[in-house]
């Protein structure tokens, strides 16, 4: 099966930076994803790893360790509008293109 | 990317009724999902609707409870039957473009079970 944790929730301050930790166990894996999800809105995607190292864009960049089972979405120049909950999904390998969900990570963004 | 949608946005339902939800998409895909967020959860994925073929189910889900229908490449249905308060979520569709690289999401359905 497949393990995925990440904390439950966050604070941070406009403008600054935040760093959300994901961790997960699967026998054999073919990619890890985040999502963002605003309160009463559908999933958007945010970014894709699949290979060890760091993805940029933007304001938001992932990071992937594979040997650790690890990874972390990072925010930067955080802004009002990032508050929502951030999910981090794990494609199996062998599994077709279906994702595993961890619980999300509720980030509130204040003053 | 893609444009998904999905209806009802909303419905308040009896227990013991069924429930239908659509799922249209703009596009021909290959795969279509549905997933379950019960409330303060995360996205549970219930089944993989196939074309032309029987949907498959995770595990925890069955298609009496939860059968689905995929008659073409662009739209799919899923039906929460018999329901109880139990079954009070949001409903999701997604769909895979192809490449794997990315899952798009309906709107969702928000469903109460009274």
């Known amino acids: 099966g497949q393990n995925i944790d990440q904390p439950t929730e966050m604070t941070a301050t406009e403008g600054a930076i935040v760093q959300i930790n994901c961790t997960y166990q699967t026998s054999g894996f073919n990619g890890l994803f985040w999502y963002q999800q605003h309160a009463g809105e559908a999933p958007t995607f945010l970014s894709y790893n699949v290979l060890d190292g760091l993805e940029e864009k933007g304001r938001f960049s992932s990071f992937l360790s594979r040997s650790k089972g690890y990874s972390y979405l990072l925010l930067k120049e955080l802004q009002m509008k990032d508050s929502a909950s951030y999910l981090c999904a794990v494609k199996k390998a062998g599994g077709g293109n279906k994702l595993t969900f961890g619980t999300g990570t509720q980030l509130k963004v204040e003053l | 990317s893609a444009v998904i949608s999905q209806k009802p946005s909303r419905d308040i339902c009896q227990r013991g009724t069924s429930l239908t939800i659509q799922c249209q998409v703009d596009?021909?895909?290959?795969?279509m999902f549905w997933y379950r967020q019960q409330p303060g959860q995360s996205l549970t994925l219930i089944a993989t609707a196939n074309q032309g073929s029987e949907a498959t189910y995770e595990s925890g889900f069955v298609i009496d409870k939860f059968p689905i229908s995929r008659p073409n490449l662009t739209f799919s249905t899923l039906t929460v039957s018999n329901m109880s308060p139990e079954d009070s979520s949001i409903y999701l569709c997604?769909?895979?473009?192809?490449?794997?690289?990315?899952?798009?999401f309906g709107s969702g359905t928000q469903l109460s079970v009274l």
């Open positions: 596009s021909q895909v290959t795969m």
């Open positions: 997604s769909v895979d473009k192809g490449g794997g690289e990315k899952l798009f």
